[in-house]
């Protein structure tokens, strides 16, 4: 008997909560014109910062080693004074899992996942991001 209450009781609870639903108005968004607000934790598409007009990345590539899916391509650059740049920075937002360890593990905070979710294209093709493009994105 004791052992039929206690399977009884969580049974319940989940259909109360199940049944409650019902009885409660559907959340409807006007898409274009209203848009969902979106938690902070969110991680939408890359973006690379500026300071005074310049990237802040310095191509030292420890975002590229920590992506888990492969997806950031960097290729550095020294100027005679000694600084590094990157002159290619790729990243295939398709082959992304949007985990957030290029951001982490980024020392100079150049690399940011903002809370944009909404890109599409045609084409995969478009969703190859260059180092312009992923400047751009802040802006």
Same mark, same amino acid.
């Given at each position: ?47 690379? $910062? ?6 802040? =990345?310095?191509? %030292? @590539?420890? #975002?590229?080693?920590? /992506? *888990?899916? +492969?997806? &950031? ?14 002159? $290619? ?6 082959? =992304?899992?949007? %985990? @957030?360890? #290029?951001?982490?593990? /980024? *020392?100079? +905070?150049? &690399? ?28």
């Amino acid at each position: 008997m004791n052992t039929i209450i206690k399977t009884l009781v969580p049974l319940l609870k989940g259909l109360a909560k199940t049944f409650s639903y019902i009885f409660k108005k559907p959340v409807t968004y006007q898409y274009p014109e209203k848009k969902r607000e979106v938690s902070e934790r969110w991680r939408g598409l890359h973006r690379l $910062k500026t300071e005074n007009g310049k990237l802040k =990345c310095v191509a %030292c @590539g420890l #975002c590229e080693a920590v /992506c *888990p899916a +492969d997806v &950031i391509k960097v290729e550095r650059r020294e100027t005679p004074d000694g600084r590094s740049f990157p002159v $290619k920075f790729d990243v295939t937002v398709t082959r =992304c899992i949007f %985990c @957030g360890y #290029c951001q982490e593990a /980024c *020392p100079k +905070d150049a &690399i940011e996942l903002t809370r944009n979710y909404e890109f599409c294209d045609y084409t995969r093709e478009d969703f190859d991001l260059s180092r312009d493009m992923l400047a751009k994105i802040g802006e």
